[in-house]
């Protein structure tokens, strides 16, 4: 991510920036935040991709939403410069990773532990 927006839900662009795809209030339980692997890298458990921006609503904030924002009110509320800068597929499931925290770890392409 460029920056701290883990805790922000993202939605997907095409080249314009026009949005292609975004989750339902209802998509996002308490399981849909990404894990924070340090060294700067997120287990995402949603589908994020190179082509995703973060807006400025919480997945708090989000799921308790009776409906959908429309498209217009969510290019409205991305933050600008808020994206996802780098994606890896990992060699396993995300249930595999999630319960092995320290393998989905190893498989980073650079993991560098806190000093």
């Known amino acids: 991510m460029s920056g701290p927006y883990a805790d922000n839900v993202p939605v997907n ?6 949005i292609v795809s975004y989750p ?3 998509d996002l339980g308490p399981g849909s ?3 924070d ?4 890298w997120w287990l995402d458990r949603r589908g994020v991709s190179t082509n995703s921006v973060f807006t400025r609503y919480t997945y708090n904030e989000y799921r308790t939403l009776t409906a959908a924002p429309s498209p217009d ?10 994206k996802v800068t780098e994606a890896v597929a990992l060699p396993m499931t995300l249930s595999e990773a999630e319960a092995d925290l ?9 993991y560098r532990l806190p000093r």
């Not at 692997?37 to 700067?40: E, V, W």
């Not at 009110?73 to 808020?82: V, W």
């Open 13 to 18: 662009v095409n080249a314009a920036g026009k």
């Open 102 to 110: 320290p393998a989905a770890r190893a498989s980073l392409p650079v």
């Open 24 to 26: 339902a209030p209802s």
């Open 73 to 82: 009110e969510l290019e409205a509320a991305i933050i600008p410069g808020a």
């Open 33 to 35: 935040t990404p894990v």
């Open 37 to 40: 692997l340090g060294g700067g």
